[in-house]
Nanobody
Framework: QVQLVESGGGLVQPGGSLKLSCLGS????????MHWYRQAPGKQRELVAQ???????WYADSVRGRFTGSRDPAKNTAYLEMNSLKPEDTAVYYC?????WGQGTQVTVSS
């Protein structure tokens, strides 16, 4: 069964940084785009970043310039580096690929 396993969430102060990881088990991991979503309490899940197989990225306006997506094909892993974090970035973050969701990791930005 294909799995995506996330790690790297936590509590950080405003202006701080976190780096999320998403490890894929599929042999096709490097053949498909990777998507990062987040869901804040009481809000719909929203797409925040995409990384295609060539490393080309897209970001939501709310995170552009602060978040950076990347992937390491040798490790079957995708990353989301988050800088200059704001309280409004607080959410559960999910990676998604080919119909499969990661388990989610909580990011809390608070002083």
């Amino acid at each position: 069964q294909v799995q995506l396993v996330e790690s790297g969430g936590g509590l950080v102060q405003p202006g701080g940084s976190l780096k999320l990881s998403c490890l894929g088990s599929s042999s096709d991991f490097n053949l498909n785009a990777m998507h990062w979503y987040r869901q804040a309490p009481g809000k719909q899940r929203e797409l925040v970043a995409q990384i295609n197989t060539y490393g080309r990225t897209w970001y939501a306006d709310s995170v552009r310039g602060r978040f950076t997506g990347s992937r390491d094909p040798a490790k079957n892993t995708a990353y989301l580096e988050m800088n200059s974090l704001k309280p409004e970035d607080t959410a559960v973050y999910y990676c998604y690929q080919g119909g499969v969701w990661g388990q989610g990791t909580q990011v809390t930005v608070s002083s």
